[in-house]
């Protein structure tokens, strides 16, 4: 099965919960791709020695990886992290995320400024592009291993909202406003 993608429902209740809106409003692959969201299912359980994730990391540059363990037992100020992790920010490098084990969520923003929420599970590899607004959080299992895929040396740089003027977020817009001929929302 593919990825799981919903708008997100205005309640601030526990970021953990899936927060779907009532009736749920489904986002297709295809539209996750509109604003530079790519996706690949793999399997978890080869990672080590797996010939297509070997190829997307030689096509796209990845060449550094680490493992990630995020769970309140292997990591300090787990909540403080989860925090940190969630607030709205924009890299000025792509995101590139493959969960190996667990699940949690990533959440987008699309050109109306709308959250998606994204459910990542064993075996999703994700990709956000550089300058998309966007947040992480774990769902109520409080368990995820990703890897993180990086060009050149890692730069884990979060430039917290609002990034405007960030080269990052300005060559993003540029590349939505080509593709859909609209201008987009900046609020």
């Known amino acids: 099965m593919a990825i799981e993608a919903w708008l997100m429902d205005e309640s601030n209740e526990d970021p953990r919960l899936p927060h779907r809106r009532n009736p749920n409003k489904s986002v297709s692959l295809d539209q996750l791709a509109e604003f530079g969201v790519l996706y690949w299912k793999l399997n978890p359980t080869i990672y080590e020695n797996d010939e297509e994730l070997a190829k997307i ?5 990845y060449n550094y990886m680490d493992l990630l363990d995020l769970c309140p037992e292997k990591v300090e100020n787990y909540e403080q992290k989860l925090k940190n992790f ?9 995101e590139i995320r493959y969960c190996l084990e667990g699940s949690g969520y990533f959440d987008v923003r699309d050109k109306d400024d709308r959250w998606i929420r994204i459910l990542i599970k064993a075996g999703d590899l994700i990709i956000l592009p550089a300058g998309i607004y966007h947040r992480f959080t774990l769902d109520p299992s409080n368990y995820v291993k990703l890897m993180r895929l990086f060009k050149g040396e890692p730069v884990w740089t979060a430039y917290n909202r609002p990034q405007e003027d960030n080269p990052a977020r300005k060559e993003y817009i540029k590349g939505l406003t080509e593709k859909s001929g609209v201008p987009l929302a900046t609020h």
């Open 86 to 94: 969630y607030t709205e920010h924009i890299h000025q490098d792509e």
């Open 57 to 61: 990391r030689e096509d796209r540059g």
